[in-house]
């Protein structure tokens, strides 16, 4: 059984910043592209970010590029969302998804399985 868990939201003022864990277990994903996305209330989910199998490389979203660093560890079968600087905008549940397609990672149709989110609250 795939499970995908994410750990790390809270409730932060704006400026602050919070680490996001993903740790996956079922089977590994070091050959996959894996990634973050968001969901705000009454908005849909949009791309956050995504990093390749070897973490060379890495993708983000125009609004936190910048701001937001992904990171993973293939010997722990865990990915990271370092996010800085956090802004209001920011505030929503956040989820990790592997794998991506390497050519449509931002889509999240493309994504094969889903974490259960952890909230991420931005107070002004």
């Known amino acids: 059984q795939v499970q995908l868990v994410e750990s790390g939201g809270g409730l932060v003022q704006a400026g602050d910043s919070l680490r996001l864990s993903c740790a996956a277990s079922g089977r590994t994903f070091s050959n996959n592209h894996v990634g973050w996305f968001r969901q705000a209330p009454g908005k849909e989910r949009e791309f956050v970010a995504a990093v390749n199998w070897s973490g060379t490389r890495t993708y983000y979203a125009d609004s936190v590029k910048g701001r937001f660093t992904i990171s993973r560890d293939n010997a722990k079968n865990t990915v990271y969302l370092q996010m800085n600087s956090l802004k209001p905008e920011d505030t929503a549940v956040y989820y990790c998804?592997?794998?991506?397609?390497?050519?449509?990672?931002?889509?999240?149709?493309?994504?094969?399985?889903w974490g259960q989110g952890t909230q991420v609250t931005v107070s002004s």
């Open positions: 998804a592997a794998p991506l397609s390497p050519l449509y990672y931002s889509d999240p149709n493309h994504a094969g399985y």
